[in-house]
C-alpha cells in the first residue's frame, strides 16, 4: 500500500475520535447532491424521532473514509457482527456463535439465519467475508484483522484462518458495517445505501437531511419508532434552541454556558453528562528544530496551565488530561497528575536548552533565530479558538511568540496525520479504553515519517505498544500500556490539555432505556426507543 493510501484509510481514526466535536470536512460533492426517494423535507409524524447533527451528511457508504456526519446513522442503518461492550467484551449481533482453535488459529463464526439485508436478500457468510476482506486491504494497520485465508462452510458459517494469534481479532472485525458483498463501489452515488440494520434508507435532501425508515423484516423486531430524521445543524446553540422549541430532539455536546438553563428546563428534557474518551492536546512537530528538544517540549507544556483552561475556558466541563491512555483508562498509570504549572521550570528548561532573551526584542533566541512558530487549529471552532489564545499568552510570558492560523478540517488533519507540514496543532485523539489499539495506532512508527502525530517515533514505546497488541495475559497486557504511556509523557512529544464534559441533550417525549450519549452504543439503542404518551 502507497504513503499516500495509508494516510488516506488513518483518516478514518482520526475523524472516529473528534468529528464528533467538530465542524468537519466536507464530503464527495457528487454525493451530498443525490437524493434518492421524496425531495422536499417531510412534514414528520408523531412517531418520529428528529436528531440533530453537527457535521454534513455527505456518504452513507461506510468504505468512505472522509464520511463524517453521516456516520451518525450507520448504527441504525447497518448491523455488525458483534456488539462491544464498556469492557471491551463483544457479544451476538449477527454472529450468534463463535469458537477458537489455538492450534489451527482459526475463529468459526454462525451467522443468525433471520437477518436480510433492505432489499430482502438474507446476509451470508459471503459478505462477511467480503466485509473483513476489505477491512483487511484497506483499514488502518493496526486495526487490520490479518487472515491467511476465509473458509464459507455454509450459507451462515464462516472461518477465518489468522496469520497469527491475535487477541483482539474480534475486537476488530466487530467494528465493520456489513455490506453485501457485491456492493458497487461509492454505493449511494448509484443507489440508496443497503443494510441490514433496524433501519433502512428512506431520502436524503443534500447534506442536510437523511430520513431513515422502520425496518419491518429487521431480525430483533420492528423498532417502536417509524422513522428517524438525522439533520445537519452546525451550529450547537441553534440545535439546543430548536430542542426546547420541540424542533428535534437529540443535542449533542450543548455549551456548558447553557447548563443552566438545561437545569430549568429538565421537565422538558434529559442531558447525560460525560466525560469524552478523547482528549485535547498541542501537539508538537518534532522533525521541526524548535521542538526536538524535550526540554524545551517539557518547558511549554509546565507554562501551560490546564487546570485553569477546565475551571476558565471549559468553565468547568472537563478535567485536565494527564497523557495518552486517557483519564480512567485501564491502561493509564494509576495515581498519575497533569504535569505541573511552573513557569519557572519552564524557564530553567529553556536556558539548559540554550535559548536566551534577545535584548532588544525580549523574545527568546538561540544561534540568530527567535523562538516563534505558527500555531494550527480548526476553524470554527470558539473553544480551540479560546484556548489557543490563552496558551499564546502563556507562551509569550516566556519570551516565545506563536501566530494562531486557521485551518478547514481536512487540510489540518493532513498535515500532521503521518505528516509533519506543521509547527504545532490543537487537535484530539482518542486514549486506550477498551483495549490498547488506538493508542499503538496514533503513536507507533508508521510509513514514511515517524508516527501519525507529529511524526514522533521512539523505539521503547513502539516495543512495548507492539508487545501489547500481542500479549493475551491482561495484567502483563496493562503493564507494557504503562510503560508506553509513562514514557510518552515523560518525552513531551504534546502538551496534554483536556478532556470535555459533553452534555447531550434528549427530550423528554423520547423514552430510552439509559441516558444518551453521542456514540455508537447508544445511537444503536435507538432502535428500542419509543415516544411517550401525550
Not at 338 to 347: I, M, N, V
Not at 481 to 510: C, E, N
Request: contains cysteine.
Amino acid at each position: 500500500m502507497t504513503e499516500s493510501i495509508w494516510r488516506r484509510q488513518h483518516y478514518l481514526f482520526f475523524a472516529g475520535a473528534i468529528v464528533l466535536s467538530l465542524v468537519a470536512a466536507a464530503c464527495l460533492p457528487v454525493l451530498s447532491r443525490v437524493n434518492f426517494g421524496k425531495n422536499s423535507v417531510s412534514s414528520g409524524g408523531a412517531n418520529v424521532l428528529y436528531f440533530d447533527v453537527p457535521a454534513p451528511i455527505g456518504s452513507l457508504d461506510p468504505r468512505d473514509p472522509f464520511e463524517a456526519g453521516g456516520k451518525c446513522a450507520f448504527p441504525l442503518l447497518y448491523s455488525r457482527l458483534f456488539l462491544v461492550g464498556a469492557d471491551g467484551r463483544v457479544g451476538p449481533e449477527l454472529a450468534v456463535k463463535w469458537s477458537y482453535d489455538p492450534g489451527e488459529l482459526t475463529w468459526t463464526i454462525h451467522l443468525r439465519r433471520n437477518a436480510f439485508f433492505h432489499d430482502g436478500r438474507q446476509v451470508t457468510a459471503k459478505d462477511i467475508a467480503y466485509s473483513v476482506e476489505r477491512c483487511s486491504k484497506e483499514g488502518v494497520p493496526v486495526y487490520r484483522p490479518e487472515t491467511e485465508r476465509s473458509i464459507l462452510l455454509s450459507e451462515t458459517s464462516i472461518a477465518f484462518v489468522l496469520k497469527w494469534d491475535d487477541p483482539d481479532f474480534l475486537w476488530k472485525i466487530s467494528r465493520l458495517d456489513v455490506l453485501p458483498a457485491d456492493a458497487p463501489e461509492w454505493a449511494d452515488s448509484v443507489g440508496p445505501p443497503v443494510g441490514s440494520g433496524p433501519f433502512r434508507f428512506d431520502y436524503r435532501v443534500g447534506e442536510d437531511e437523511v430520513r431513515l425508515v422502520a425496518n419491518e423484516d429487521y431480525y430483533f423486531g420492528r423498532p417502536s419508532l417509524d422513522a428517524v430524521v438525522f439533520r445537519y445543524v452546525g451550529d450547537r446553540e441553534r440545535s439546543w434552541a430548536r430542542l426546547l422549541a420541540d424542533r428535534t430532539d437529540i443535542a449533542t455536546e450543548i455549551y456548558p454556558k447553557d447548563r443552566e438553563m438545561m437545569d430549568r428546563c429538565r421537565d422538558k428534557v434529559r442531558f447525560n453528562e460525560r466525560v469524552v474518551k478523547s482528549y485535547a492536546l498541542l501537539l508538537y512537530n518534532v522533525n521541526d528544530p524548535l521542538f526536538s528538544d524535550s526540554r524545551v517540549r517539557r518547558a511549554l507544556s509546565h507554562a501551560v496551565d490546564t487546570g485553569y483552561i477546565v475551571k476558565r475556558l471549559l468553565r468547568g466541563f472537563g478535567v485536565p488530561a494527564c497523557g495518552p491512555a486517557g483519564v480512567g483508562s485501564p491502561y493509564a498509570n494509576e495515581g498519575r497528575q497533569p504535569l505541573s504549572y511552573d513557569p519557572g521550570k519552564s524557564r530553567e528548561l529553556l536556558k539548559d536548552a540554550g535559548w536566551a532573551p534577545d535584548k532588544d526584542s525580549g523574545c527568546l533566541s538561540k544561534g540568530g533565530k527567535r523562538f516563534e512558530f505558527t500555531l494550527s487549529i480548526f476553524e470554527g471552532d470558539q473553544t480551540y479558538k479560546r484556548v489557543a489564545e490563552y496558551i499564546q499568552l502563556c507562551f509569550n510570558d516566556l519570551g516565545i511568540r506563536a501566530h494562531i492560523e486557521t485551518l478547514p478540517f481536512r487540510e489540518l488533519v493532513r498535515r500532521y496525520n503521518g505528516n509533519d507540514e506543521f509547527q504545532a496543532v490543537i487537535t484530539e485523539l482518542r486514549g486506550a479504553y477498551e483495549n490498547p489499539l488506538p493508542m499503538a495506532c496514533l503513536w507507533t512508527a508508521a510509513y514514511g515519517c515517524g508516527s501519525n502525530v507529529g511524526c514522533f517515533e521512539d523505539g521503547r514505546v513502539t516495543e512495548w505498544l507492539f508487545r501489547a497488541l500481542r500479549e493475551k495475559d491482561p495484567a502483563r497486557r496493562r503493564g507494557l500500556v504503562r510503560l508506553a504511556d509513562a514514557r510518552i509523557v515523560s518525552l513531551q512529544p504534546a502538551t496534554f490539555l483536556y478532556h470535555k464534559t459533553a452534555l447531550d441533550v434528549i427530550s423528554g417525549r423520547i423514552l430510552v432505556s439509559s441516558p444518551f450519549s453521542y456514540d455508537f452504543s447508544h445511537i444503536y439503542q435507538l432502535k428500542d426507543a419509543r415516544i411517550a404518551a401525550p
